[in-house]
């Protein structure tokens, strides 16, 4: 099993900044992959990023140019940079952990973007 722990989210303003953390109860060598996924009200949860334990990294086409996975063994750390935000990227942002044939969700981290 694998607890995680998302934090970073906040209101920021059109075209700011955040990076979102999400720290793991155990190394993250040993997860299959860590992903964030982002629900937006009245919408369907979706993949935004990907990133393997091999360190191979996908992102969300509509959103790559913008966003960046990366992660740091020491802290067992997964990191959503996000730059150059738009009021549709408003969601509530969760880290997911795929450990061997089970999903674990962190509680979700509220990113609001607006004026």
């Known amino acids: 099993q694998v607890q995680l722990v998302e934090s970073g989210g906040g209101l920021v303003q059109p075209g700011g900044s955040l990076r979102l953390s999400c720290a793991a109860s155990r190394s993250i060598l040993s997860i299959n992959a860590m992903n964030w996924y982002r629900q937006a009200p009245g919408k369907e949860r979706e993949l935004v990023a990907t990133?393997?334990?091999?360190?191979?990294?996908n992102v969300r086409e509509s959103v790559k140019d913008r966003f960046a996975i990366s992660r740091t063994y020491a802290q067992n750390t997964v990191y959503l940079q996000m730059n150059s935000l738009k009021p549709e990227d408003t969601a509530v942002y969760y880290c997911n952990a795929e450990l061997e044939r089970n999903q674990y969700w962190g509680q979700g981290t509220q990113v609001t973007v607006s004026s």
């Open positions: 990133i393997t334990r091999g360190g191979s990294t």
